[in-house]
């Protein structure tokens, strides 16, 4: 019998390392303004912070895995996190919010279950998003400096702060202003490994549409007139 017990550990250990279609994941973090400037119309305008997207399984051939066979979203299975979820992964587009969280579990949690169930998958997002606090991060940089740079942003004035605080790759994505027809940073992606603790590099591709020397970002500090300040 424990002979018997073996054997189904092992392969159930098997089947984790091989058998999930896998290899890393993306904690999507979104920039609420510039979520709903590109033209798209949002129910109120959000407030200036990073926020969660989600949590994408996806790998290393360039490719966002979606799921196949989407569970149900039990709601009842995360009441708890409610509070942390409402203000840290909302809908800024439409304000139904758990309507936005269970299609992110349907399109890409579902996919890791198992090893990863519903509670997991949301208290392994909130966790992360909470451990790498991206704006403070930024910020802490810039008033350091006593200034973002004013005359638009490079890839690297992002990347780089994030690679001295974490000691890893992330990944950043840009939209288009709808009015000003500038590009803006948009996402920023952190990368983790299949584990789902374990900070990665962000392969190169999740990195895109930043293509320009320069662009633009809203950051949440007030000039003396109270009108925000651009980079």
């Known amino acids: 019998m424990a002979q018997h017990t073996f054997i189904l550990c092992l392969l159930s250990l098997l089947l984790f390392v091989n058998g999930y279609p896998f290899d890393f994941f993306q904690l999507v973090e979104q920039w609420g303004p510039n979520t709903c400037n590109d033209g798209t119309q949002c129910h109120a305008q959000p407030q200036p912070e990073f926020t969660i997207h989600g949590l994408w399984p996806s790998n290393f051939s360039n490719a966002r895995l979606f799921c196949a066979t989407r569970k149900l979203f039990d709601y009842g299975q995360i009441s708890l996190l409610q509070g942390d979820l409402v203000q840290y992964w909302p809908d800024?587009?439409?304000?139904?919010?758990?309507?936005?969280?269970?299609?992110?579990?349907?399109?890409?949690?579902?996919?890791?279950?198992?090893?990863?169930?519903?509670?997991?998958?949301?208290?392994?997002?909130?966790?992360?998003?909470?451990?790498?606090?991206?704006?403070?991060?930024?910020?802490?940089?810039?008033?350091?400096?006593?200034?973002?740079?004013?005359?638009?942003?490079?890839?690297?004035?992002?990347?780089?702060?994030?690679?001295?605080?974490?000691?890893?790759?992330?990944?950043?994505?840009?939209?288009?202003?709808?009015?000003?027809k500038k590009l803006q940073l948009h996402e920023i992606v952190l990368c983790f490994d299949n584990n789902?603790?374990?900070?990665?590099?962000?392969?190169?591709?999740?990195?895109?549409?930043?293509?320009?020397?320069?662009?633009?970002?809203?950051?949440?500090?007030?000039?003396?007139?109270g009108v925000p300040d651009y980079a």
């Open 92 to 180: 800024v587009i439409n304000g139904n919010n758990r309507r936005f969280w269970s299609n992110e579990w349907k399109k890409h949690g579902a996919c890791i279950d198992p090893p990863f169930n519903i509670t997991q998958y949301f208290e392994l997002s909130l966790d992360h998003h909470r451990t790498y606090d991206l704006l403070k991060i930024l910020n802490g940089v810039w008033h350091r400096n006593r200034q973002m740079p004013n005359n638009g942003l490079a890839p690297k004035d992002i990347l780089n702060p994030i690679f001295n605080a974490i000691n890893k790759t992330a990944g950043i994505r840009c939209n288009k202003n709808g009015i000003t």
């Open 196 to 225: 789902g603790t374990t900070l990665i590099d962000c392969p190169k591709f999740v990195s895109n549409s930043c293509n320009q020397p320069k662009f633009v970002w809203l950051l949440p500090q007030q000039s003396s007139d």
